[in-house]
């Protein structure tokens, strides 16, 4: 990381800024040809949970090569602090990582992974039938590696 002293070095802080975002934006490749696309997920136990369709792009480029990086951010918003344009920059905070899917396909399994997702954005108990489950397919990314960073205005040195 170019701005050691921007790092985020907490877990925990890095773990709250997870929880608190509502995209997570997977980084994904096939035959060479990067795919960006933004998923709803869940955290739990250093692994991240989406869900795709049956069939789709993200599910071919899965496939193909379940090596992933992902993406979170909050907080983004301008800080124009000068008369230049080169003196503005962004208030943010990040987490990015690296990790390998695999796909969860027994019943409860997915049932549990859709269920964390849903707690992610919404408290409750929200039934799902047996079809739902059934026609969804439901994804872990064990995560290998990840970092925090975050802008000046967030306290970094």
């Given at each position: 990381?170019?701005?050691?002293?921007?790092?985020?070095?907490?877990h925990n802080a890095?773990?709250?800024?997870?929880?608190?975002?509502?995209?997570?934006r997977l980084g994904l490749t096939k035959d060479s040809?990067?795919?960006i696309v933004p998923v709803s997920f869940a955290y739990a136990d250093n692994a991240l949970y989406f869900h795709t369709a049956l069939a789709g792009m993200k599910?071919?480029?899965i496939e193909e090569q379940n090596r992933a990086c992902?993406?979170?951010?909050?907080?983004?918003?301008?800080l124009i602090q000068g008369d230049i344009a080169c003196d503005w920059g962004f208030s943010f905070q990040s987490v990015i990582g690296h990790g390998v899917i695999s796909e969860l396909t027994g019943y409860r399994d997915k049932a549990d992974g859709l269920k964390r997702i849903i707690q992610q954005y919404v408290e409750g108990e929200w039934p799902m039938t047996d079809r739902q489950i059934?026609?969804?397919r439901?994804?872990?990314?064990?995560?290998?590696s990840?970092?925090?960073k975050q802008s000046e205005d967030h306290f970094c040195s």
């Open positions: 990381m170019r701005r050691a002293d921007c790092e985020i070095k907490d890095i773990i709250q800024i997870i929880r608190k975002c509502q995209v997570c040809v990067p795919y599910v071919d480029f992902f993406e979170f951010e909050l907080d983004v918003k301008p059934a026609g969804t439901v994804w872990k990314l064990e995560i290998e990840m970092t925090g």
